[in-house]
């Protein structure tokens, strides 16, 4: 059996019918602040900064901002309680 970081994303990180090949440049140009609300949601044409299959589709807040990246902070249910995770990822 294979255990991999992409196992079982085959739906999750796939493009919508119509929409595969160049991304648009709208996409990366959206300006983050400190505190906004973001949702999480990864893209398979890019897989640089590619958020964690667990993350996906989640919602959480900014909390930092740099020129490549933005840290979120997320809450990760776990098997007894809830902890907030602090991730960095690419802007998209």
């Not at 709208?26 to 999480?40: F, L, N, R, S, W």
């Not at 900064?49 to 930092?64: A, E, F």
């Not at 490549?68 to 690419?90: L, R, T």
């Amino acid at each position: 059996m294979n255990r991999g970081k992409r196992k079982g994303t085959r739906s999750m990180f796939s493009r919508p019918f119509r929409k595969h090949g160049v991304v648009p440049l709208a996409t990366y140009m959206g300006i983050y602040k400190k505190g906004d609300i973001v949702d999480i949601k990864g893209m398979g044409t890019v897989q640089k900064g590619m958020p964690h299959k667990c993350y996906h589709g989640k919602t959480g807040r900014v909390y930092s901002v740099t020129q490549h990246s933005v840290g979120i902070i997320v809450n990760k249910q776990g098997q007894d309680s809830c902890q907030e995770n602090q991730c960095a990822y690419q802007a998209y």
